[in-house]
């Protein structure tokens, strides 16, 4: 099943149960899902979906520190219960180790060596590890292992 369709059986779900927060981060997500489609006259499928949960994550994490910072815990609060729906469905995140094991085979692989192939580098293993790793901490363990 798709995590479109996953997410649509989520909501169908929430409905049901009466579930009135957890339904509302849901139709977020399809929302956001929804607008990507109509935009780009597009059918996502499943590796675009993970980007734009990737991409929503992000913009709660930052909601939450600046909310924090305000003082704000009402907003921190539903900031934390959104991410923790879109965390749902996201894929299991890998260890350090792991996405370091990944970027190693990935450079023997294209054969990349120097900092001037940086972007291919980061294009490759975005796609493998897209929603399963920080794609900035990525990028550090990238930088530091082509810089050596």
Same mark, same amino acid.
């Given at each position: ?45 499943? #590796? ?7 991409? +929503?994550?992000?913009?709660? &994490?930052?909601?939450? #520190? ?41 450079? &023997? ?5 120097? +900092? ?33």
């Amino acid at each position: 099943m798709s995590l479109k369709a996953q997410l649509t059986e989520a909501m169908k779900d929430a409905m049901r149960a009466r579930e009135k927060d957890r339904l509302g981060a849901i139709r977020l997500i399809l929302a956001d899902i929804k607008r990507i489609e109509v935009d780009e006259r597009i059918e996502v499928d499943d #590796t675009r979906v993970l980007a734009i949960l990737d991409k +929503m994550c992000k913009q709660r &994490k930052d909601s939450i #520190t600046q909310f924090a910072a305000a003082g704000r815990d009402d907003l921190v609060a539903q900031e934390q219960l959104e991410l923790s729906v879109i965390g749902e469905f996201m894929p299991a995140q890998l260890s350090d180790a792991e996405v370091a094991d990944i970027i190693s085979v990935s450079l &023997k692989e294209l054969g990349i060596s120097s +900092m001037k192939d940086m972007g291919k580098a980061m294009a490759a293993l975005k796609e493998k590890l897209q929603g399963r790793a920080d794609m900035a901490q990525v990028s550090k363990q990238l930088k530091s292992l082509l810089s050596a």
